[in-house]
């Protein structure tokens, strides 16, 4: 089974800088996708941004970018600068396309200070 | 268009007692499925479906009954209620169709057994 991993429990950074989460998987797959979803105190479920193992070029949406290493098995998310709204949790996924079972890390808690 | 439904929002069980959350979309997805999130673990995956009719087990599927008889609706049975079964439930859609397989989540519904 896929396993994804956020090593980094709680993060903090100032208002206006970037701050990158980390998120890596262990997988045997060649073709699967990625995604970070943000869950503000509202308890909602956002999608960030998501990837395509295929693809080599890095998404981007906005504020928000990835660093997808394939070989390394990363998937880190950038967020620049950081907006007091982006504090929430931030989950890291895996999933193998046409089976619908996703797996998530354990989360990191991301605030945006004033 | 109302997405993905819960209901309800908060339940409150005593051990032993049987219940149904149920989960409802109106966006024709064909996947479905529930986690639960406890605290410091992240989404974990229950049971999903890929189609009405067919069912499969996630990572946490004991005490834990699912059926899929319609492509709109999804719900959940705890069998038997435990107190490790206390936790906040989210039932999620997507669109195979589309190719993002981006999860769609419901508000969630917050158990706890007594």
């Known amino acids: 089974a896929q396993t994804v991993t956020q090593s980094q429990p709680e993060m903090s950074v100032q208002e206006a800088e970037t701050v990158t989460l980390s998120c890596t998987y262990d997988?045997?797959?060649?073709?699967?996708?990625l995604f970070w979803y943000k869950q503000p105190p509202s308890r909602q479920m956002i999608l960030v941004i998501r990837?395509?193992?295929?693809?080599?070029q890095n998404a981007t949406e906005n504020r928000f970018s990835v660093n997808f290493q394939k070989a390394a098995k990363s998937f880190s998310l950038k967020i620049s600068d950081s907006q007091l709204g982006d504090t929430a949790m931030y989950f890291c996924a895996f999933m193998k396309p046409y089976n619908n079972d996703m797996r998530f890390g354990a989360g990191t808690r991301l605030t945006v200070k004033p | 268009n109302a997405g993905v439904t819960q209901t309800p929002k908060f339940q409150v069980l005593k051990t032993g007692q049987s219940m149904t959350l149920q989960c409802a979309q109106d966006m024709n997805h064909e996947y479905m499925s529930w986690y639960r999130q406890d605290p410091g673990m992240g989404l974990r995956l229950i049971h999903y479906s890929v189609g009405a009719g067919i069912t499969d087990q996630g990572e946490v599927p004991n005490g834990y009954n699912v059926s899929r008889s319609t492509t709109e609706d999804f719900p959940l049975r705890l069998l038997s209620a435990a107190p490790s079964q206390t936790s906040v439930y989210f039932c999620a859609s997507s669109d195979r169709t589309s190719g993002s397989y981006e999860q769609y989540f419901g508000p969630g519904t917050r158990l706890t057994v007594t």
């Open positions: 990837q395509e193992a295929y693809k080599q």
């Open positions: 997988t045997s797959e060649n073709n699967y996708y």
